[in-house]
């Protein structure tokens, strides 16, 4: 089992960053490769970043390629999503989740239904 917690949401103005944590229980966190996904309202959740287990491979929506990046802290347990340049569209509640498949050392997977723990969101507000 995998206990996933993310935090640093909130309100931005438009143009503006937030650094969004994801902190994992247990002691084989490089074994899963992490994502983050976002759901606004009445919309579905949408993919938009997953990095390896290692740490060496990341992908990116084309929405937010560029303004955000995905990295890890194996040795704190944590994946992190640094969003820049926030546009009123990035609003939603920004899920981490953790998939651990066999390959999920060397890659990641943009499909939802593969990813097995998921946190219980963090909500992201951007104001025009």
């Known amino acids: 089992q995998v206990q996933l917690v993310e935090s640093g949401g909130g309100l931005v103005q438009a143009g503006g960053s937030l650094r969004l944590s994801c902190a994992a229980s247990?002691?084989?966190?490089?074994?899963?490769?992490m994502g983050w996904f976002r759901q606004a309202p009445g919309k579905e959740r949408e993919f938009v970043a997953a990095i390896s287990g290692s740490g060496t491979s990341t992908y990116y929506a084309d929405s937010v390629k560029g303004r955000f990046t995905i990295s890890r802290d194996n040795a704190k347990n944590t994946v992190y999503l640094q969003m820049n340049s926030l546009k009123p569209e990035d609003t939603a509640v920004y899920y981490c989740?953790?998939?651990?498949?066999?390959?999920?050392?060397?890659?990641?997977?943009?499909?939802?239904?593969?990813?097995?723990?998921w946190g219980q969101g963090t909500q992201v507000t951007v104001s025009s």
């Open positions: 247990g002691r084989t966190f490089s074994r899963y490769a």
């Open positions: 989740a953790a998939d651990g498949s066999i390959n999920a050392w060397a890659t990641a997977t943009r499909d939802s239904y593969k990813y097995d723990y």
